[in-house]
């Protein structure tokens, strides 16, 4: 039982890697789970840069970087970490290079909040946008 239970988990891990954050609902929550572990680079990583060097691109992902580790974080942390995040809607633009996402979020100290968030299909996947 336990090596089924072991190869299971193995294919899950191993087709998750593979197959990365197929939806903009996954990277939306992924996200938010990233930010919760203290992954603020690897969060980074997940949002859409408007940069037309790599300088500037860098420069961008820096300042965000420093934006989860300083703010995002922290007030994470205040209220307990995030206990889960589920994804209540998906909008999708006529296009399909735009979506967005309702997420509900529950805290570790039990209070709930909506969020919506915007996401664009970049070359790398989806991505959460900060234009306006």
């Known amino acids: 039982m336990k090596k089924r239970l072991f190869a299971l988990l193995f294919v899950a891990l191993f087709a998750f890697a593979c197959g990365g954050s197929s939806t903009p609902g996954d990277v939306a929550v992924e996200l ?3 930010v919760d572990a203290g992954n603020y680079e ?5 949002i859409a840069y408007e940069g037309e060097t790599s300088e500037a691109i860098a420069e961008q ?3 965000i970087t420093s934006l989860f580790k300083e703010k ?3 007030q994470l942390e205040a209220k307990g970490g995030v206990k889960s995040v589920e994804v209540l809607g998906e909008t999708l ?3 399909g290079k735009q979506a967005d996402v309702e997420l509900k979020i529950v805290y570790g100290n039990d209070t709930e909040e909506t969020e919506k968030v915007s ?3 970049t070359d790398d ?3 959460h946008s900060i234009s306006k």
């Not at 690897?42 to 997940?46: N, T």
């Open 32 to 34: 938010y789970n990233l």
């Open 42 to 46: 690897k969060a980074a990583d997940l």
């Open 61 to 63: 992902k820096a300042m």
């Open 72 to 74: 995002a974080g922290p």
């Open 93 to 95: 633009s006529e296009d």
């Open 119 to 121: 996401l664009v299909l």
């Open 125 to 127: 996947g989806w991505k």
